[in-house]
C-alpha cells in the first residue's frame, strides 16, 4: 500500500504540472503551440482543475483523474493502461496537437488544419536521401517478393534500444513507391509491442508515410507529426493481437523507398 500510495503521488504530481502549464496556452499562438513535452491523456470531457487555493477541490479531482486512467482499479497506473490512454487520444485526434516540430518529416496537405496560409509551415516537400540528416542512411533494397520474406525475419536478437528499456528482436520493414509494395504489415501477437522506431535506410525525395491499425484504419502516425513522435511511437499487440500496417503515400520516382526500423518485444 506505501509503494502504491507514492507511486500514485507522483503521477497526480506529473498531472498537476501538465495542468498547470495547459493552462498557459492562448488560442492565438495555434491549437497545441505551448503545450509541454510530458501530457497525461485525460478523456476530452474531462473537467478542468479548479483552482490553486481549492485544495479540497483539487484532491478530488485529482483524485478522479487517477481513477480516469487506473482501469482496473489496483492503484498502480501501469504502462498498458497508459498507452491505452495514449491511444484513445489519438483515435479521438487523428490530426494531432499542435503544426510538426521537424518539418522534414512531411508537408501537411493544404487543406490540414495545421498548415496556416501563408505562415511558411511545412513546406518541406516530404523526407529526402539529400537531407543532412539523412547522410548517413544507406538505399533500401528494391522492393520484391525476396526482400519481403527475408523482413519477416529477424535483423537481429536481443537489441537493446537506446532511448527506452525495450529489448528484443530488430525487425525491417521496407515500402516502396510502387504496388503492391508500397504497403507493409507489422502484426503484432498479444503481449508483444513495438518501439523504438527509427529510419534505417532511404531512397529520393517527397517520401511521406503513415502507420494504420489494420482493423479500424486509425492513423497511429503520420510524417507530418514529426520525428520525436516516429521515435516515441509505441504500438501493442493488445489482448487478441493487432495488425498495424506501413503505408507509403508519396514519393518524387517509382523507386522511392523507405525502411523503417523497429524493436519487437513483450510488453513490460
Known amino acids: 500500500m506505501y509503494v502504491k500510495t507514492i507511486i500514485a503521488l507522483l503521477g497526480l504530481a506529473a498531472m498537476s504540472v501538465v495542468s498547470a502549464q495547459a493552462t498557459d496556452h492562448h488560442p492565438q499562438d495555434g491549437p497545441g503551440v505551448g503545450f509541454p513535452n510530458l501530457v497525461i491523456p485525460l478523456p476530452d470531457d474531462f473537467r478542468p482543475p479548479p483552482p490553486p487555493d481549492d485544495r479540497e477541490g483539487r484532491k ?45 518529416f512531411g508537408r501537411p496537405p493544404d487543406d490540414h488544419p495545421k498548415r496556416q496560409e501563408g505562415s511558411g509551415e511545412g513546406e518541406f516537400e516530404g523526407l529526402s536521401a539529400d537531407d543532412p540528416d539523412m547522410a548517413d542512411r544507406p538505399q533500401p533494397p528494391p522492393c520484391s517478393e525476396e526482400l519481403r520474406a527475408s523482413e519477416l525475419g529477424v535483423q537481429e536478437e536481443n537489441k537493446h534500444c537506446a532511448d527506452s528499456e525495450s529489448v528484443g528482436n530488430l525487425i525491417f520493414r521496407t515500402v516502396c513507391n510502387d504496388e503492391p509494395y508500397n504497403s507493409e504489415a507489422i502484426s503484432l501477437p498479444p503481449n508483444r509491442a513495438a518501439d523504438c522506431f527509427d529510419l534505417e535506410a532511404i531512397r529520393g525525395s517527397g517520401i511521406t508515410f503513415e502507420i494504420i491499425e489494420e482493423s479500424t484504419g486509425n492513423v497511429e502516425f503520420n510524417t507530418i507529426e514529426g520525428k520525436e513522435q516516429f521515435n516515441r511511437l509505441v504500438l501493442t499487440g493488445g489482448p487478441n493481437g493487432t495488425v498495424y500496417r506501413i503505408k507509403l503515400l508519396s514519393g518524387d520516382t517509382p523507386d522511392a523507398s523507405v525502411t523503417i526500423r523497429f524493436i519487437d518485444h513483450p510488453t513490460f
Open 60 to 104: 478530488e479531482w485529482f483524485a478522479d483523474a487517477f481513477g480516469a486512467l487506473d482501469q482496473d482499479g489496483d492503484g498502480l497506473i501501469s504502462k498498458e493502461e497508459m498507452i491505452a490512454a495514449m491511444q484513445a487520444r489519438r483515435q479521438a485526434h487523428p490530426e494531432g496537437f499542435g503544426p510538426p516540430k521537424d518539418e522534414k
